[in-house]
């Protein structure tokens, strides 16, 4: 291998956290005009490793080589110097900004050195949204848009900055099937310029489709780096676990009459999103809900929760007329509620373990006025829900950022059924998790179904919806537009409704 060829070379990288050793001697590199997919399971340190090439951590050892020099990445700010433009899974946007200022921030155009230019920031924002296909208005506030547009104009920031490395991690987990065409002719053309891509994904078939060498990080060591066309993904799964993964939705049951209805949506409409909507969830089902980008999902699913108004419609609950009009009724009433965003709206990241998780019965383990914490009962709490969940933590105080995806996930879940839900919805469980934690979601969704809990789920991923759920709705621009049960289901069919070619 030529080190003219090589864009970004790390030596011997080294990172410790507080009782954890992230990474530990990685060597890794990527050339120029690669893609070089980063694959592991949650917990391995593909986030360590990038937030350390993005400036967001501070290696406790080792070395970066950027084009045959020695480089200090010293903060966020030097990756514009580097050249290097990062799309975090989580995302870096400022929401009471537009698009156009996110798309160019720091990079402003300016009328001298005072005013920005704002005819030429939203004509410039308008152009880079053009060659992505993103029907988006510029002017638009981030705060304004769904997580999927989110994570487009994060991929629009990145290719505004003219960057020699892009690093996307999970840059296709809210896209739709034709965004992530669009996604990987991009990328193709970027290869073509030279651009060296770092791709992080848990989508194995992504990975092999677009990338030229695949390395492998556990535990936060590097295992090893393979060519693409010299490898296969069972190889490669075996290589991030350890073993090999079998049986990836094992423990599914076949369906047992379940016919005891706990919840009922009649003629449901919200405005401008949601039309005509009517179904039943029976206790201890798993029913799925697929759609596209803009197919209203979000806004039911929300809705039925009380964090979003309806416009008409009812609801019935254990054979009740209810008003969900807030998310405190919809506690009240036992239906609990996970969101898609963990960053946004799903964890504390400065507070603990224990601290997020019982954090939704602090008022049941407070005494004195609320003054003081029964501390053996949270202990008590927590230590029975993580054992039941299998969430793995260094220690209770260990700060919850610094957990794994998947281990964020079964607490934000553990959190959710300590308020003993009835119905638990799921918005993407297992958005940006890897392959062994995504089973144990699966699995763990399972078990919940077996003791009674209804669970209503929406995922982009379709063979989790094909083999979890005991019926399938399928929205398409804000209508029920097929429905499928556990028999008549599969992909094809999934992907036709979802677009419109097949309806009722």
């Known amino acids: ?56 951590y501070q290696p406790d050892g080792g070395e970066i080589v950027i084009e045959g020099k020695h480089a200090n990445i010293a903060g966020t700010f030097m990756t514009q110097q580097f050249k290097i433009a990062v799309i975090y899974q989580e995302f870096n946007l ?12 720091g990079r402003e155009p300016r009328i001298g050195k005072t005013f920005v230019n704002w005819k030429k920031i939203n004509s410039d924002a308008a152009q880079i949204l053009k060659k992505l296909d993103i029907d988006i208005n510029p002017k638009k506030f981030i705060s304004d848009l769904s997580v999927a547009e989110k994570q487009m104009i994060e991929i ?14 999970e840059p296709t987990a809210t896209l ?17 310029k ?25 535990d936060g060591r590097k295992i090893e780096t393979k060519k693409t066309s010299e490898t296969n993904q069972n190889e490669i799964v075996s290589l991030m676990v350890g073993k090999v993964v079998k049986d990836y939705f094992s423990g599914k049951k076949e369906k047992t ?21 009517n179904f039943k969830l029976h206790k201890g089902e798993i029913l799925g809900f697929a759609g596209i980008l803009g197919s209203g999902i979000h806004h039911l699913l929300r809705s039925l929760y009380g964090a979003e108004q309806k416009s008409s419609g009812e609801v019935y609950f254990e054979n009740k007329k209810v008003n969900i009009s807030k998310p405190k009724d919809a506690i009240k009433l036992g239906i609990g509620y996970v969101t898609e965003d963990r960053k946004g709206e799903g964890l504390l990241f400065d507070m603990s373990v224990i601290q997020n998780l019982s954090i939704i019965i602090i008022k049941l383990l ?32 260990q700060r919850i950022i610094y957990l794994s995806g998947g281990n964020q996930q079964k607490v934000i879940i553990g959190r959710t059924l300590l308020s003993e839900c009835k119905v638990l919805i799921l918005l993407e469980p297992t958005r940006g998790i890897d392959v062994g934690a995504k089973a144990e979601i699966h699995k763990l969704m ?20 094909v083999n979890l759920t005991d019926r399938c709705i399928v929205l398409y621009k804000g209508r029920m537009a097929a429905e499928f049960n556990r028999e008549n289901m599969d992909e094809e069919k999934l992907v036709a409704a979802e677009i419109g070619k097949l309806s009722y």
């Not at 070379?9 to 992230?22: N, R, S, T, Y």
């Not at 592991?40 to 937030?51: C, H, R, Y």
């Not at 399972?446 to 919806?465: F, H, K, Q, V």
């Open 194 to 218: 030279g651009v060296s891509i770092i791709y992080i994904s848990h989508r194995l078939d992504e990975a092999f489709k677009l990338s030229d060498r695949i390395t492998v990080l556990r």
């Open 1 to 56: 291998m030529s080190e003219s060829n090589v864009f970004i070379e790390l030596k011997k990288i080294k990172k410790i956290f507080p009782g954890v050793l992230a990474l530990e001697d990685v060597d890794f590199d990527v050339r120029y005009g690669e893609v070089h997919a980063l694959v592991g399971e949650n917990g391995a340190g593909k986030s360590t490793l990038i937030k350390i090439l993005g400036g967001a």
């Open 176 to 192: 739709t099937e034709k965004e992530v065409v669009k996604l990987f002719a991009i990328i193709e053309e970027l290869r073509k």
């Open 94 to 105: 400022v929401p009471d900004l537009s698009v156009a200022e996110n798309i160019f921030i």
């Open 446 to 465: 399972i078990a919940l179904a077996d003791r009674g809990i209804s669970i209503i789920m929406a995922s982009s991923e379709l063979p989790e919806l």
């Open 156 to 169: 629009a920031k990145s290719l505004s900055m003219d960057a020699k490395m892009i690093i996307m991690d």
């Open 257 to 277: 009459g379940k016919e005891e209805v706990i919840m009922e949506v009649k003629n449901y409409n919200i405005a401008d999103s949601i039309y005509d909507i």
């Open 366 to 397: 407070t005494t004195f006025k609320g003054l003081f914490i029964k501390q053996k009962k949270e202990l008590s709490v927590f230590y029975d829900m993580a054992k039941d969940l299998d969430i793995k933590y260094a220690s209770i105080n």
